[in-house]
């Protein structure tokens, strides 16, 4: 069960990233693009990734084996990644559509990463 949960947790952050990657950066050039839910959305989105992970670690306990190589280093990757856009969003406030764009789009890049490092699945 939790591991179907964080199968599916992983295809929500790969989605809902990829979502608001291309919107962001779609805002950064269109003003009609620029809605009221754009923000909500990217709040879900990265939400998603620290369930996502406190998923992985509860799953970690399960395990009677070692997990894929390297797929905890990109989980804890993408919550870095978070943190990083979230740090720079003042500072780069005059962006911040590009920031959140490419950094969305990264943000899913690793999960994807995550998700397919090792052939054998987390199961």
């Not at 754009?38 to 399960?62: C, M, S």
């Not at 919550?79 to 990264?106: C, D, P, T």
């Amino acid at each position: 069960m939790l591991a179907d949960l964080h199968t599916i947790g992983a295809w929500v952050v790969v989605i809902a990233n990829g979502i608001a990657g291309v919107w962001c950066l779609a805002a950064h050039w269109l003003e009609p693009a620029r809605h009221r839910t754009l923000w909500p959305f990217v709040i879900v989105a990265q939400v998603a990734i620290f369930v996502e992970v406190a998923l992985g670690v509860a799953r970690l306990g399960q395990l009677e084996g070692e997990p894929p190589e390297f797929h905890t280093f990109y989980g804890f990757l993408c919550l870095i990644g978070v943190a990083i856009l979230y740090g720079y969003r003042s500072q780069l406030g005059h962006i911040r559509y590009l920031l959140y764009g490419g950094g969305s789009l990264f943000i899913m890049g690793l999960a994807i990463r995550a998700m397919f490092l090792d052939a054998s699945p987390i199961v």
